[in-house]
């Protein structure tokens, strides 16, 4: 059977780490698309690289610019709230209309390399509320791409539905390098544990029973 | 009532004009989306800030970078092929991903900037043949956008289902500054007369029963 190719949304944290090396298990050709989109810190694309590089797969860094701002994540300006995991407005860090972005950049890359499959670490158990993540947007986004592709490239949402626990589990049996991983929203040299991101990461490992390397490594400054 | 927000994704065309034009007559509180995205010539970016001007609103020319190329429109190297208007395949003039990536963009815009609508010029009458050009495409792009902004933001496609000749006279009726339009896929001093946009455009115009003002005012070099 022919090898399917699959484009990787990789952030470089926990969960779009964790789906790279779920694509790599299944046997999927993979290429990692990093989306540079003046996030508060340029850590993330580190990460994400070293990531792909852990993997030994091939990364293409896409530059988009928001000329128009319109969250607490874009810039250095506005600040990052502590984390309400439970709240039900969308929090400041949400950035208008980013995944719907990324993916169809993905399309357009699955289109010109002749790929089949978008795969995106969405999570919409464990999430911080954000609309693009949620099963109703990814079940009507692959209703457009089959119009927009004429049936050749679709998403694939591996986490969509799993706990932070489930997902911290996974990565470990896939041997994931979570101590490379980054989830922390503000771009400071070690995660601040306070935004919404670190609170939900450490939820994860805690109901998993397990220390988050990444905690190790960056407080012990090695 | 209050008046309504759109952004009109402006490229200087024929089609887009007209959408502008469409949308002021309508009177909707208009912003125009200029795209950027490495096309062969930037006689198309010219243009279409020249026609926001003559329509007196305001612009944001977004750059787009699309690492990957993937079609002769983008870049200087492929050749556009001369038209072949009633070809059923896909030619080589489609940018993968386009459409989905401007209107991603423009979402990313109407959530930041707090707008109802949009509009784009997509024809599935007169038309390349582009997948991101037919009316199902745009059905299932508003039922994400749905999802995607909680219900905030929709597309109008108000010349989906004209034909050019239609679509000259709405843009006569409008009365479109039609001599700074610009339709043609290359980027020389005057229409080539040749490629498929400059052929559909010409018999939009020969339908009507008007000479194009843009070849009259180019050919005799005004």
Known sequence: MKKRKVAVLLSGGLDSSTILYW??????????LIFSYNQ????????????????GRPCTIVDIKLPWGGSSLIGRSGRIPPGKV??????????????????????????????????????????????DCRPAYYKEF???????????????TPLLKKSKKEIVLLARRLKVPLRHTWSCYEGGRYPCGKCDS??????????AGMEDPALRRNWAGQ
């Open 23 to 32: 694509a790599i298990k299944r046997g999927y050709e993979t290429h990692c």
């Open 86 to 131: 439970s709240s039900k407005k969308i929090p400041s860090t949400y950035v208008p209309g980013r995944n719907t972005i990324f993916i169809s950049y993905a399309l357009s890359f699955c289109e010109a390399a002749k790929m089949d499959y978008i795969v995106i670490g969405a999570n919409a158990v464990d999430f911080s509320g954000y609309p």
């Open 40 to 55: 508060r810190h340029s850590a993330e694309i580190r990460k994400a690289v070293k990531i792909a590089e852990c993997a």
């Open 142 to 156: 692959n209703k457009l791409l089959k119009q927009a592709s004429l049936g050749k490239v679709s998403i694939k």
């Open 198 to 207: 670190c609170l939900l990461r450490a939820k994860g490992f805690r109901q």
